[in-house]
């Protein structure tokens, strides 16, 4: 079995600065792409940012600049450092990952349970 647990979330006021973390765990054989994600009330979940097995990274329009993605490999275990926090940035934040378990030939996807965070002064 394999799981992703989120942590890092909270109350921040505009312009300050999170770190959100994702650490998998189970029976894991190899983790391709890892995405976070974030869901606003009302709208639809959108990708933020992306981290591929190897290291190349993607985002959304919306954070370039503000937001970093990495990756230990060796931890299994993926980070997202928010600064410059705007109130648009609200959202519950989701990890996914592409995970090859043991056992299986396929990768499969996983995602978190969310983490809430919220900017606000």
């Given at each position: 079995?394999?799981?992703l647990?989120?942590?890092?979330?909270?109350?921040?006021?505009?312009?300050?600065?999170l770190r959100?973390?994702?650490?998998?765990?189970?029976?894991?054989?190899?983790?391709?792409?890892?995405?976070?994600?974030?869901?606003?009330?009302?709208?639809?979940?959108?990708?933020?940012?992306?981290?591929?097995?190897?290291?190349?990274?993607?985002?959304?329009?919306?954070?370039k600049?503000?937001?970093?993605?990495?990756?230990?490999?060796?931890?299994?275990?993926?980070?997202?450092?928010?600064?410059?926090?705007?109130?648009?940035?609200?959202?519950?934040?989701?990890?996914?990952?592409?995970?090859?378990?043991?056992?299986?030939?396929?990768?499969?996807?996983?995602?978190?349970?969310?983490?809430?965070?919220?900017?606000?002064?």
């Open positions: 079995q394999v799981q647990v989120e942590s890092g979330g909270g109350l921040v006021q505009p312009g300050g600065s959100l973390s994702c650490a998998a765990s189970g029976s894991i054989v190899s983790i391709n792409a890892v995405g976070w994600y974030r869901q606003a009330p009302g709208k639809q979940r959108e990708l933020v940012a992306r981290i591929t097995s190897g290291g190349r990274q993607n985002y959304t329009d919306s954070v600049g503000r937001f970093t993605i990495s990756r230990d490999n060796a931890k299994n275990t993926v980070a997202l450092q928010m600064n410059s926090l705007k109130p648009e940035d609200t959202a519950v934040y989701y990890c996914n990952a592409v995970i090859v378990r043991v056992g299986s030939r396929y990768p499969w996807d996983y995602w978190g349970q969310g983490t809430q965070v919220t900017v606000s002064s």
